[in-house]
């Protein structure tokens, strides 16, 4: 015996065997052989089961409409039982569903309904959709959809949280809502006023989640968008984005630990303000660099330089960014000028005086132009050529990407650029990386370190993740064009921040046509410009 789960007002007679079920003919089988008897498809709406039922015999005795079944085997016109099931299921087809297109030019796209008035589509279910069973034996069960083969989808009913193998028609289902419980914890939705003083939040402030997924925790701020709605604060290791709104100021951590004793004063040692925070090494074989400060001892501290394991080197090799040792000594003379960029030596190496200057001389017994006169008044260490680095990033193929010129242009294009080899050993050297939109320097990895600039990609491969990836700006240049209609920015010459359409492309003379009026064309190499991608969210 079978039963059909069908919804509806339709009527249709046809000419099959049948045996009924119930009432005083039950286990009796009949034809419809004569015009008395004949079989009429039934929808009923309490329970949503298709019915076959001889309409006389169930006047004649007041049977119900479900005591009458169809014999298996016998002749049925299989293309309508189908459509009518196919019809019974898109009573259910809601604005919002996915669907997918089964007739006509666009057969096979998949999308989201706006309107339910179609008939060449069928809904699309996936895997974790919630469900519930709208018709058959199984009516009423709610669960997700744990499996889908072909037609037939296994459930997992909510109730129980039990896997149910259920051999359950896509057609018998119909998309729920999740079912929400009461949680100890109030979820995100509730009724939250914000703290007065979220506006006055700056870098650097310690703040406090107070409610949400990260509710409790606390840490310092390391990221502010001017004008956003959202900040990035340190929790550990981790970099967290939560709302502005739902943070509120606190108090610094190592603040709330003071105790005061009259025979010692605070319980605070040198350095512990420090830990976490970055530090300059400025003696040992390594010399010259930055790193972020774990522990420190009596005599000496655990650090890290980016990217490589921890180490323990004297204190006395150690300082803050305010100049101090972490064994509190101060810096003083030359390493204090030296510690500086402002006061080191290159700031010192083309200073001049003229007339006017030793005139009004409050030394008259010093010329300065004897500072310049002896070379060995300075010595080059680490730390000059730390800065010389510096300045020649600043000199490099994108330090167009640090002046304020161009960064309104980014609030709406994606930037191409081309990797170099020695980054992550050449796996992004052969493909174009896109900087995040609208800020260059922040994408779901969090704000870029100084240096570098939030780039993502896709990896090789059909349907690949887009990756994102923080990557200094020294291994970074411009992409160039590869044919006409593309849009680029000009970075040199007259023409410099214009975003225009390249007009040709010449890629053996590296060279591009670009209309700065509709009769006028102008030609610009290829490192001149850069390629640019409209974002998605402008478009």
């Given at each position: 015996?079978?039963?059909?789960?069908?919804?509806?007002?339709?009527?249709?007679?046809?000419?099959?065997?049948?045996?009924?079920?119930?009432?005083?003919?039950?286990?009796?089988?009949?034809?419809?052989?004569?015009?008395?008897?004949?079989?009429?498809l039934y929808y009923t709406y309490t329970r949503g089961d298709l019915l076959w039922c001889s309409s006389e015999a169930a006047v004649k005795w007041?049977?119900?409409?479900?005591?009458?079944?169809?014999?298996?085997?016998?002749?049925?016109?299989?293309?309508?039982?189908?459509?009518?099931?196919?019809?019974?299921?898109?009573?259910?087809?809601?604005?919002?569903?996915?669907?997918?297109?089964?007739?006509?030019?666009?057969?096979?796209?998949?999308?989201?309904?706006?309107?339910?008035?179609?008939?060449?589509?069928?809904?699309?279910?996936?895997?974790?959709?919630?469900?519930?069973?709208?018709?058959?034996?199984?009516?009423?069960?709610?669960?997700?959809?744990?499996?889908?083969?072909?037609?037939?989808?296994?459930?997992?009913?909510?109730?129980?949280?039990?896997?149910?193998?259920?051999?359950?028609?896509?057609?018998?289902?119909?998309?729920?809502?999740?079912?929400?419980?009461?949680?100890?914890?109030?979820?995100?939705?509730?009724?939250?006023?914000?703290?007065?003083?979220?506006?006055?939040?700056?870098?650097?402030?310690?703040?406090?989640?107070?409610?949400?997924?990260?509710?409790?925790?606390?840490?310092?701020?390391?990221?502010?968008?001017?004008?956003?709605?959202?900040?990035?604060?340190?929790?550990?290791?981790?970099?967290?984005?939560?709302?502005?709104?739902?943070?509120?100021?606190?108090?610094?951590?190592?603040?709330?630990?003071?105790?005061?004793?009259?025979?010692?004063?605070?319980?605070?040692?040198?350095?512990?303000?420090?830990?976490?925070?970055?530090?300059?090494?400025?003696?040992?074989?390594?010399?010259?660099?930055?790193?972020?400060?774990?522990?420190?001892?009596?005599?000496?501290?655990?650090?890290?330089?980016?990217?490589?394991?921890?180490?323990?080197?004297?204190?006395?090799?150690?300082?803050?960014?305010?100049?101090?040792?972490?064994?509190?000594?101060?810096?003083?003379?030359?390493?204090?000028?030296?510690?500086?960029?402002?006061?080191?030596?290159?700031?010192?190496?083309?200073?001049?005086?003229?007339?006017?200057?030793?005139?009004?001389?409050?030394?008259?017994?010093?010329?300065?132009?004897?500072?310049?006169?002896?070379?060995?008044?300075?010595?080059?260490?680490?730390?000059?050529?730390?800065?010389?680095?510096?300045?020649?990033?600043?000199?490099?193929?994108?330090?167009?990407?640090?002046?304020?010129?161009?960064?309104?242009?980014?609030?709406?294009?994606?930037?191409?650029?081309?990797?170099?080899?020695?980054?992550?050993?050449?796996?992004?050297?052969?493909?174009?990386?896109?900087?995040?939109?609208?800020?260059?320097?922040?994408?779901?990895?969090?704000?870029?370190?100084?240096?570098?600039?939030?780039?993502?990609?896709?990896?090789?491969?059909?349907?690949?993740?887009?990756?994102?990836?923080?990557?200094?700006?020294?291994?970074?240049?411009?992409?160039?064009?590869?044919?006409k209609n593309q849009e680029r920015i000009v970075l040199d010459g007259s023409h410099r921040s214009s975003i225009s359409t390249i007009a040709k492309?010449?890629?053996?003379?590296?060279?591009?046509?670009?209309?700065?009026?509709?009769?006028?064309?102008?030609?610009?190499?290829?490192?001149?410009?850069?390629?640019?991608?409209?974002?998605?969210?402008?478009?």
């Amino acid at each position: 015996m079978e039963r059909f789960p069908i919804k509806g007002a339709k009527v249709r007679k046809c000419f099959v065997p049948y045996i009924i079920l119930k009432g005083p003919w039950r286990g009796t089988y009949h034809t419809n052989d004569s015009k008395k008897w004949f079989i009429i498809l039934y929808y009923t709406y309490t329970r949503g089961d298709l019915l076959w039922c001889s309409s006389e015999a169930a006047v004649k005795w007041g049977g119900e409409l479900d005591t009458f079944c169809i014999k298996p085997g016998s002749r049925w016109d299989k293309s309508f039982l189908k459509s009518t099931v196919v019809a019974f299921s898109m009573q259910f087809l809601h604005a919002g569903n996915w669907a997918k297109v089964i007739k006509g030019d666009l057969s096979s796209e998949v999308g989201k309904v706006t309107s339910t008035d179609h008939t060449d589509i069928e809904r699309m279910f996936w895997i974790g959709d919630m469900v519930r069973v709208v018709a058959g034996q199984y009516f009423g069960v709610e669960g997700h959809i744990i499996e889908m083969v072909d037609d037939i989808f296994c459930l997992c009913q909510d109730v129980s949280k039990e896997e149910v193998k259920v051999e359950v028609s896509k057609y018998y289902l119909d998309q729920r809502s999740l079912t929400h419980t009461w949680q100890a914890r109030p979820p995100t939705q509730q009724l939250f006023t914000p703290p007065t003083d979220v506006e006055l939040i700056q870098i650097g402030d310690c703040v406090e989640v107070l409610v949400g997924e990260h509710i409790d925790k606390c840490g310092i701020v390391h990221w502010l968008p001017k004008g956003g709605d959202c900040l990035w604060f340190q929790d550990g290791t981790l970099y967290i984005p939560v709302p502005i709104a739902v943070v509120r100021r606190t108090h610094l951590p190592y603040l709330q630990t003071l105790q005061f004793t009259k025979d010692k004063g605070y319980d605070v040692k040198p350095g512990d303000i420090d830990i976490g925070q970055k530090v300059f090494i400025i003696g040992g074989d390594r010399k010259g660099y930055r790193a972020t400060l774990y522990s420190l001892s009596v005599e000496k501290c655990t650090i890290a330089l980016h990217g490589q394991q921890r180490t323990t080197i004297p204190l006395q090799n150690v300082a803050t960014r305010y100049g101090r040792r972490l064994n509190s000594a101060m810096l003083k003379g030359i390493d204090m000028l030296s510690f500086y960029p402002g006061t080191s030596s290159s700031a010192w190496t083309n200073w001049t005086t003229s007339p006017e200057d030793q005139a009004c001389s409050p030394l008259p017994s010093i010329n300065p132009s004897s500072l310049t006169a002896d070379p060995k008044s300075w010595t080059v260490d680490t730390l000059d050529n730390i800065d010389s680095q510096s300045e020649k990033l600043k000199e490099g193929p994108l330090a167009w990407l640090m002046t304020k010129e161009f960064c309104s242009k980014f609030t709406m294009y994606h930037m191409m650029l081309k990797v170099s080899p020695s980054f992550m050993r050449g796996r992004l050297h052969n493909q174009f990386v896109s900087t995040a939109c609208p800020d260059p320097f922040l994408c779901l990895n969090g704000p870029a370190p100084e240096g570098c600039v939030a780039v993502f990609c896709s990896l090789n491969g059909a349907g690949a993740a887009i990756q994102h990836y923080h990557i200094p700006i020294t291994d970074l240049s411009p992409a160039p064009p590869r044919k006409k209609n593309q849009e680029r920015i000009v970075l040199d010459g007259s023409h410099r921040s214009s975003i225009s359409t390249i007009a040709k492309c010449n890629l053996k003379k590296n060279t591009v046509d670009i209309a700065v009026t509709p009769s006028t064309l102008v030609n610009l190499r290829f490192d001149q410009i850069c390629l640019l991608e409209k974002s998605c969210a402008t478009m």
